[in-house]
């Protein structure tokens, strides 16, 4: 059933996308090259000074490293965990598998309890981003101010004119992940999570040009057409396979209310990061997991660090240079609760700091009687990217579980979605 529900995601999302694939640039290509490839070309000047409008340079500049903070923490999204909520252990006086925990577990973060020897889950999740925020900045209206090149050993009075951009940025990405479990022991188990992702972009941009040194020459600094602003828009979509995840747990320690486990995510490269369905580079997390059962309560504690390689998405997209993706620190702590035999809901903090980051801050641009809202760059920052989620799993039927989580922020920091829903069913057999 969970096979033919993900190839049935994966054609309609396959379908959808495949005509518009073919007729558009990659996605990750698309802010770049918003205004051309040569950036900001305005028309030739009709007047006395022979002059050749400079403000590429600076559209490109800004675009790219706005590309750049976008695109690399796009590739830092939450995935829900592929632990089974049903965890078996060796009864040795009846030599049969007990139920081990009395909740069903966390959805976005680990327990120590394995499934269970020769016990299988098999399950999908669905979770849908809609990006409100990066860095604190409404991605409907991110400003920004383009400076004029300085000419050598001149100071003209053109120098002085600015173009501003106001930019609208539309991205939402839609993820069903397909996830199975299989108990190797009763002290270790492997997992694979397989993403089918849909990715949709859309970008709007209005750029004026600012006659602050030119005013007694409008024709100096023009669009085509004489016109002091200009319109950009650009879209696309993308849909396929994203980043497959493999992952070994093993449980080290069982103490009566206590287990302390080991685990290792291994993330393949396997989505096309130009179209923004896979990070492009090799992933290594390991990350250590306490959980303190006690009845219906079990309180849990993961703890790792994900190393990440090379993508294009961290360098540049439109020549195919790559960069190194931030690596970062993982803290996440929650409590699973058993409300009734049938019903569990789980809290979780969920908490990452990113390891030298490309930055985007909000600031004011001033020069010459004129101020403007702009954005600035920061390289190689690290920060703190914390969130909540509550969760709520219920087993209708013999061991079938239907979950449904919401994610919310906690800060400003990084690429955001106010709010993010995910659900999903598993069956353990």
Do not use: C
Request: proline content about 6%; charged content about 15%; cysteine-free.
């Amino acid at each position: 059933m969970f096979r033919r529900l993900l190839l049935a995601v994966s054609i309609v999302f396959a379908w959808s996308s495949t005509a518009a694939a073919q007729e558009r640039p990659k996605l990750s290509t698309m802010i770049p090259s918003l205004f051309g490839p040569q950036g900001i070309t305005l028309a030739p000047p009709i007047s006395t000074t022979s002059h050749e409008a400079h403000f590429s340079n600076a559209s490109t500049g800004t675009l790219n490293l706005f590309n750049s903070s976008l695109m690399q923490q796009l590739t830092s999204l939450p995935l829900p965990s592929p632990a089974s909520g049903f965890t078996y252990r060796l009864d040795p006086g009846m030599g049969t598998l007990t139920r081990s925990a009395q909740s069903f577990g966390p959805v976005l973060s680990e327990r120590a309890e394995t499934i269970g020897r020769r016990k299988f889950t098999a399950g999908f999740s669905y979770q849908h981003f809609s990006f409100d925020k990066l860095e604190g900045i409404d991605l409907s209206s991110i400003p920004s101010v383009l400076n004029h090149v300085d000419i050598p050993n001149q100071d003209l009075p053109l120098e002085h004119d600015v173009i501003t951009t106001n930019t609208d940025i539309d991205l939402s990405v839609d993820e069903v992940t397909a996830f199975f479990t299989y108990g190797l022991t009763d002290r270790l188990d492997v997992s694979l999570a397989v993403p089918i992702v849909r990715t949709d972009l859309r970008i709007a941009s209005t750029a004026t040009v600012q006659r602050i040194g030119s005013s007694n020459d409008p024709m100096i600094h023009r669009f085509p057409g004489d016109e002091s602003s200009l319109d950009e828009t650009q879209s696309g979509t993308a849909s396929g396979i994203g980043d497959i995840i493999v992952r070994v747990k093993g449980t080290v320690k069982k103490w009566e209310h206590a287990g302390f486990a080991l685990v290792a995510d291994v993330r393949l490269p396997t989505g096309d990061e130009e179209d923004l369905l896979g990070t492009g580079g090799w992933g290594f997390k390991p990350f250590a997991v306490m959980s303190f059962p006690y009845g219906r309560f079990s309180p849990h504690v993961n703890i790792g660090y994900q190393f990440n390689g090379d993508s294009v998405l961290a360098g540049d997209p439109m020549t195919g240079t790559e960069g190194d993706l931030p690596d970062q620190f993982l803290y996440v702590a929650g409590l699973d609760v058993g409300l009734h035999p049938k019903v569990t809901v789980a809290f979780d903090f969920l908490g990452q700091r990113v390891i030298d980051s490309q930055r985007v801050q909000f600031g004011t641009y001033s020069s010459d009687g004129f101020t403007s809202p702009n954005i600035t760059f920061i390289r190689d920052q690290s920060f703190n990217q914390n969130s909540g989620a509550a969760s709520v799993k219920l087993n209708p039927v013999r061991q079938l579980l239907v979950d449904f989580s919401l994610i919310f922020t906690l800060n400003d920091a990084g690429l955001r979605d106010n709010l993010t829903p995910i659900v999903g069913a598993s069956y353990t057999f």
